[in-house]
């Protein structure tokens, strides 16, 4: 009939997945209200398809169309509701030519009303009575199978959201799925949490990098609550990272992090490792921060390559100890330290004398051998925080910080006095170096390292000076035989 072919009544009928299995015990209790409230023998929730008539429920339905859970067009009264798309009363079948064909005899259809039931705007099916003799349907009953029509719709209704939802839902757990899936296989560490700090994402990189969840969690929260950040150090590998300028506290205050250098301890080794974090906050529609993201990668292979270059540039090849122009560089700094805290430092200048004698006499490897003995000797008698260097040739300079007990230098000297006079190894003799020491104190007044630099060069060559005047005066006096 026109109208049973429409494309989206029938697309509305396919969605609620009832033609395919029409057996449904949630509209049991309709039929058995239709027929009760009706003082109906036979009722009916049906759906209407192309070509046939689909029970989704019935009551008082003879065989073999009860077991069957079907009926042809050619035998259906629900169809022409559906058809008029409101509902259809017939007192008796048998006095309409429309309605009195044999296939109604055979279903026993004499008296009919049927409320169409529409989904999603389209009439697809009908709540139905059915009597085997006349009779006449009053409005109060039509009106009771009209509300019985529209508990169906909603019925129908909630399915289709239900089905939505479930489908909505596996869309998210796929993409969910393959996001966990991309992310994980990825080397880069990330963490997604919400405004509160807690764990709401973590990949595989990040928990091999920082520990297991339950620990990035820890470290994720809100400073007031994590009284130290664990394992985060700051990119000197010692300072503790102040919980507030973690890359996620920043993004979770809104501002967009890139490019952060941090240290890690790892979780199994201890050892650590240089990340670069780039974070980022996470809006809602109205601007809102609804959480935070930092994504991390591992550049300890880029800060190992830069400091064995920055190594190759600031340190002697053949002592190991800092060359001319790292014992500026750390010089420089430590002045500059010693200046904000008004401590002193004191600054040696040492010649190795006879080097140039050695190296005509035994050859320059004998000459190398003594400035490695020297270098070894200064590494071992000053503090790791001292900066030793080897300006070149026969010249070193130590920088001793934090000098305040020995304003003169005296204890500083007399340990390295200590330590030159000392047996050399297999029986050499001491090392013969002159030395020229200054002291700064930063409360008395400024000073430039090359300052400082030039003052203890002229002190160590008056020293120089002094002790080749003694050794000539020693040789005067020595009796010629």
Not at 302 to 318: F, G, M, N, V
């Amino acid at each position: 009939m026109p109208g049973l072919d429409d494309v989206d009544r029938l697309a509305a009928l396919h969605a609620t997945g009832l033609t395919a299995a029409p057996a449904d015990e949630a509209f049991d209790d309709l039929a058995a209200l239709a027929a009760r409230l009706l003082a109906a023998p036979v009722a009916l929730v049906s759906l209407i398809d192309r070509d046939r008539q689909v029970i989704a429920s019935q009551v008082g339905l003879a065989e073999p169309w009860a077991s069957r859970r079907e009926v042809p067009l050619t035998h259906s009264l629900c169809q022409h509701a559906v058809a008029r798309g409101g509902p259809l009363v017939v007192p008796d079948a048998r006095a309409d030519a429309t309605l009195a064909d044999a296939a109604l005899a055979a279903l026993g259809v004499v008296a009919y009303v049927g409320a169409p039931v529409h989904a999603q705007g389209q009439p697809i099916g009908v709540v139905c009575a059915i009597d085997h003799a006349p009779r006449a349907w009053s409005d109060a009953q039509l009106a009771l199978l009209q509300r019985l029509a529209a508990i169906a719709a909603r019925e129908l209704e909630r399915r289709h959201l239900d089905l939505q939802l479930a489908t909505a839902t596996a869309a998210l757990c796929d993409q969910h799925d393959l996001m966990t899936a991309v992310i994980d296989s990825m080397d880069e560490s990330v963490v997604v949490v919400d405004p509160a700090g807690q764990l709401m994402l973590v990949n595989r990189a990040a928990e091999q990098t920082f520990g297991p969840a339950a620990v990035i969690d820890v470290m994720t929260r809100a400073p007031s609550e994590v009284p130290a950040v664990l394992g985060l150090l700051d990119v000197d590998g010692v300072t503790p990272l102040d919980p507030a300028r973690t890359p996620m506290q920043r993004a979770l205050a809104g501002e967009v992090v890139r490019g952060c250098e941090l240290v890690v301890r790892a979780p199994a080794t201890g050892a650590p490792r240089w990340r670069s974090v780039n974070a980022a906050p996470i809006r809602a529609a109205d601007g809102r921060v609804r959480g935070a993201v930092a994504v991390g990668r591992d550049v300890t292979a880029i800060k190992e390559a830069q400091r064995a270059l920055e190594r190759s540039a600031t340190r002697d090849a053949l002592t190991g100890l800092y060359n001319r122009r790292g014992v500026h560089e750390h010089a420089q700094l430590a002045l500059l330290r010693a200046e904000r805290s008004g401590r002193p430092l004191a600054l040696m200048f040492l010649d190795l004398d006879g080097l140039k004698a050695i190296n005509d006499r035994l050859g320059h490897a004998a000459g190398d051998a003594v400035l490695l003995r020297l270098a070894e000797l200064l590494r071992a008698t000053f503090r790791a925080s001292d900066v030793v260097g080897r300006l070149g040739g026969d010249e070193f300079v130590v920088v001793a910080v934090d000098t305040g007990d020995d304003p003169d230098g005296v204890r500083l000297r007399a340990r390295l006095d200590a330590a030159l006079a000392a047996p050399g190894p297999t029986g050499a003799p001491p090392l013969a170096v002159s030395v020229g020491v200054v002291v700064h104190d930063p409360r008395l007044g400024a000073r430039t390292l090359d300052e400082l630099l030039a003052d203890a060069d002229a002190r160590m060559y008056a020293a120089k000076r002094a002790r080749r005047a003694a050794r000539q005066g020693e040789a005067s006096l020595t009796p010629r035989g």
